[in-house]
């Protein structure tokens, strides 16, 4: 099987960027902009340093959701 990823693994840096980048995209469609703070969060998660759960709490923390 070796370390070859299947094309629906979302636990590779590149799928992860491509994920972050339709998410950001809606953002723009919607007229908003996205923080520093939640860049560097998302740069985090595409790096595999936090998961994606911890993304949706640090970002629904940062604007007074939790």
Known sequence: MGNKSR???MSTPALR??????ADHSVYLEGLTISTAHK???DQYIAGEISADELVKLTRSRYGLE
């Open 40 to 42: 560097v969060n998302a």
């Open 7 to 9: 094309g629906n693994d």
């Open 17 to 22: 960027a491509q994920w972050v980048a339709e």
